[in-house]
T-cell receptor, first 115, second 114 residues
């Protein structure tokens, strides 16, 4: 199994540009999470999908952030327009939801730098 | 609401000495507790979890953790630290029947010196 796949691994963009981060969860996993990690705020949950449906998006910081999961094998996190304070490492994680105590599997992350 | 506290931002230990990384939690229900490790420029990796049963849980890389219900703690331990254990460690909690969302602690940086 290739694990959770995220792309790109690094993204450098200018303020005001649109940024799209991508995630492919582990096959057979039906819950997906987007996290953001910064030195100041640590690890924050942005949004959580179950069976492709957003369950909790209370962590999404602003309307500039949006996430979609069109099918069980793909999700995107979009920031439009991007701002320097969005610079962070964004992680995607997935879990097989057959038992509530399964562990989440994390992708390698996307390091976003907004200039 | 559930919460996790990792009271130490950093723990320093000499190689070969035992290590402890502390974690306390607050939940209104039966907790499921997890430890994850993050190496530089990598995602979080699962180390171990407590669901039920024996309070002492053994995990990857020789790590173990002890669930203490009365003290609401789940400290991570290892009898003999290695330099390669140096990383960022996260404790997390989930409450039974509360979905799959984890609440993470702020993380503790473990530095093992030769």
């Amino acid at each position: 199994d290739a694990g959770v796949i995220q792309s790109p691994r690094h993204e450098v963009t200018e303020m005001g540009q649109e940024v799209t981060l991508r995630c492919k969860p582990i096959s057979g996993h039906n819950s997906l999470f987007w996290y953001r990690q910064t030195m100041m705020r640590g690890l924050e949950l942005l949004i959580y999908f179950n069976n492709n449906v957003p369950i909790d998006d209370s962590g999404m910081p602003e309307d500039r952030f949006s996430a979609k999961m069109p099918n069980a094998s793909f999700s995107t996190l979009k920031i439009q327009p991007s701002e320097p304070r969005d610079s962070a490492v964004y992680f995607c994680a997935s879990i097989r939801d057959t038992r509530s105590y399964n562990e989440q599997f994390f992708g390698p992350g996307t390091r976003l730098t907004v200039l | 609401a559930q919460s996790v506290a990792q009271p130490e931002d950093q723990v320093n230990v000499a190689e070969g000495n035992p290590l402890t990384v502390k974690c306390t939690y607050s939940v209104s229900g039966n907790p499921y507790l997890f430890w994850y490790v993050q190496y530089p420029n990598r995602g979080l990796q699962f180390l171990l979890k407590y669901i039920t049963g024996d309070n002492l849980v053994k995990g990857s890389y020789g790590f173990e953790a002890e669930f203490n219900k009365s003290q609401t703690s789940f400290h991570l331990k290892k009898p003999s630290a290695l330099v390669s254990d140096s990383a960022l460690y996260f404790c997390a909690v989930r409450v039974n029947n509360a979905g799959n969302m984890l609440t993470f602690g702020g993380g503790t940086r473990l530095m093992v010196k030769p």
